[in-house]
């Protein structure tokens, strides 16, 4: 079992590509292989999964985290049609605090984004009907969740689409700006 490792924007940011074994009915993949991803230097201990369905293209999940103690690392793909999948550096001191990088997964790319705690998630569909399934490196935690606006200016993210176009939930469409944070928009500072 083989994966493709390829950089990002942000060193702590991978794209992950496991083979696919086709043939006449389909393909076969391992989506998910701890040991060949702690060979390639990411041995994470996954403990959920995610899956969520949005039905209308330009949906908009994001930006959200989990601050500590519940931080969570994610291993993002897409189960169905296409979407920009995007991820932020928040961590405290980074050289690419604020930085963001955006990537196409789709169910024919088969691409995965490798997204290490400490930086924002999020992403829009560029179809309708898209499945987006995710590990995560630590339980779902609603007092420590967070989310800042898709569209804050002090990060400034390309969607490609007008911003007033965005279907958003209720949670997302309320959600602050970075600069609003009550502390400076830390994270593993614990400040
Ligand atoms: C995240 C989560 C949610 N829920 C419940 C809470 C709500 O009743 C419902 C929908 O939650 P929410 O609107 O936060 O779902 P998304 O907007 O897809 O949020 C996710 O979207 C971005 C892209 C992420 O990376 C995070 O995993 C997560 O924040 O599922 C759970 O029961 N467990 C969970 O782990």
């Known amino acids: 079992m083989a994966i493709r490792i390829d950089p990002t924007a942000l060193a702590e940011v991978k794209l992950i590509t496991p083979d696919r074994f ?16 702690a060979a390639a230097g990411f041995d994470i201990d996954f403990v959920q999964d995610n899956h969520s369905l949005s039905a209308k293209k330009n949906t908009i999940r994001g930006l959200h985290f989990q601050a500590p103690p519940h931080a969570q690392a994610k291993l993002v793909r897409c189960g169905r049609g296409r979407l920009l999948d995007v991820a932020v550096d928040i961590r405290k001191g980074s050289p690419t605090f604020g930085h963001w990088t955006a990537h196409e997964l789709s169910f024919e790319n088969g691409r995965q984004l490798l997204i290490p ?42 969607w490609g689409i007008d911003p007033g176009l965005a279907v958003l939930s209720a949670k997302d469409a309320a959600a602050q700006l970075m600069r609003d944070f009550d502390s400076p928009f830390v994270y593993g500072g614990g400040e």
């Open 22 to 37: 086709g043939d006449a009915r389909g393909f076969f993949s391992e989506s998910w292989n701890r040991a060949a991803m």
């Open 117 to 158: 705690e400490g930086f924002l998630h999020g992403f829009l569909t560029l179809t309708d009907e898209v499945e987006v399934i995710y590990k995560c490196s630590d339980y779902y935690a609603p007092d420590c969740d967070g989310a800042v606006r898709f569209d804050d200016p002090m990060i400034g993210i390309d």
